[in-house]
């Protein structure tokens, strides 16, 4: 069989056979070569090859397999990653804060969306609202039951932050002050 060479060519509105990132090729150029018939080694299609070491049919599948071999590679070398993320992470504290802190800002309200349909679903609040009277009286109710551990709660919380409950008070008494003169 004589070998003949297979430019690349630029093709705009012809049929292509093979789009790969760089190089396109014409159909009609890819059927002077006969490389067979394979099975694509994802989805196990007949396809007929562009290439004599092809081995997937098409974008969709060579996606695939690199996201497959990119898992194996990412569960055999975790700790090797988790370390160079560290690293990395060390190195760079600063700008990666303030990129988090420009990017939160930025999308503020899309991010506590996100937030609010985690962790407050819309079926979550419709049960609150249409069952406000019986959570009442639940709380209520655990209030009475543990009402020494609530009060032991709350007086440790008072001891151990005594100096900023006064701060606030004290800044709340002179806010009102102010404002009524």
């Known amino acids: 069989m004589r070998k003949i060479k297979m430019k690349p060519i ?3 509105n012809t049929t292509l056979s093979f789009n790969r990132k760089k190089i396109k090729f014409d159909a009609k150029q890819a059927k002077r070569h006969d490389f067979g018939d394979a099975h694509c080694v994802v ?3 007949v396809f007929t090859k562009y290439h004599n070491s092809a081995k997937m049919c098409g974008r969709e599948c060579v996606r695939l397999r690199k996201i497959q071999r990119r898992k194996t590679y990412s ?4 700790e090797k990653i988790k370390a160079q993320g560290r690293a990395y992470y060390k190195a760079n504290r600063e700008k990666i804060s303030a ?3 420009a990017h939160h800002k930025k999308n503020r309200k899309k991010i506590n969306a996100r937030k609010r349909a985690v962790y407050c679903p819309a079926t979550q ?3 609150h609202e249409e069952n406000r009277e019986k959570r009442n009286a639940q709380s209520k109710a655990y209030g009475e039951k543990n009402r020494e551990k609530i009060k ?3 007086g440790a ?3 151990k932050n005594r100096e900023k409950i006064r701060a606030k008070a004290r800044a709340r008494y002179y806010a009102k002050k102010d404002a009524s003169k």
């Open 10 to 12: 630029n093709v705009s």
């Open 43 to 45: 989805c196990d299609e």
């Open 75 to 78: 569960e055999k070398n975790r």
């Open 99 to 101: 990129q988090h802190r």
């Open 125 to 127: 609040r419709e049960y």
């Open 152 to 154: 032991a709660q709350k």
């Open 157 to 159: 919380y008072r001891e």
